[in-house]
C-alpha cells in the first residue's frame, strides 16, 4: 500500500492530502529513509513522522485497505 494511504487508513494523518503534504515536505521517513507518497509500506516497516518539534514514531502491525476507528488502531504500535 502507498505510504500516503496508509497514512489515512491508519488515522496517523487525517486527510490524504495532507500526507502527500508532509512526504513531499520531506518530514516522513520509512526505516530512516525519507520517503515520498508512493513509497509502499511493508510489515514491519518503522515510520518517522516530524511535527514541528516532535517525531512520532511507530511500527506497521497491519495492512488493510479500509479500517473502523478501532481496526486503525490495530495497524500501528507506537515505539
Same mark, same amino acid.
Given at each position: 500500500? %502507498?505510504? *500516503?494511504?496508509?497514512?489515512? +487508513?491508519? %488515522? +496517523?494523518?487525517?486527510? &490524504?492530502?495532507?500526507?502527500? /503534504?508532509?512526504?513531499?515536505?520531506? &518530514?516522513?521517513?520509512?526505516?530512516?529513509?525519507?520517503?515520498?507518497?508512493?513509497?509502499?509500506? $511493508?510489515? =514491519? *516497516?518503522?515510520? /518517522?513522522?516530524?511535527? =514541528? *518539534? $516532535?517525531? +512520532? $514514531?511507530? %511500527?506497521?502491525?497491519?495492512?488493510? *485497505?479500509?479500517?473502523? $476507528? !478501532? =481496526? !486503525?488502531? =490495530?495497524?500501528?504500535?507506537?515505539?
Amino acid at each position: 500500500m %502507498r505510504l *500516503d494511504k496508509f497514512l489515512k +487508513v491508519s %488515522r +496517523v494523518i487525517k486527510r &490524504r492530502p495532507v500526507a502527500n /503534504e508532509a512526504c513531499d515536505g520531506g &518530514r516522513v521517513s520509512i526505516n530512516g529513509k525519507v520517503a515520498k507518497a508512493s513509497t509502499e509500506v $511493508k510489515l =514491519g *516497516d518503522i515510520i /518517522e513522522i516530524k511535527y =514541528g *518539534d $516532535k517525531i +512520532v $514514531k511507530f %511500527r506497521v502491525k497491519e495492512i488493510n *485497505d479500509v479500517a473502523t $476507528k !478501532a =481496526g !486503525a488502531e =490495530g495497524m500501528i504500535e507506537v515505539i
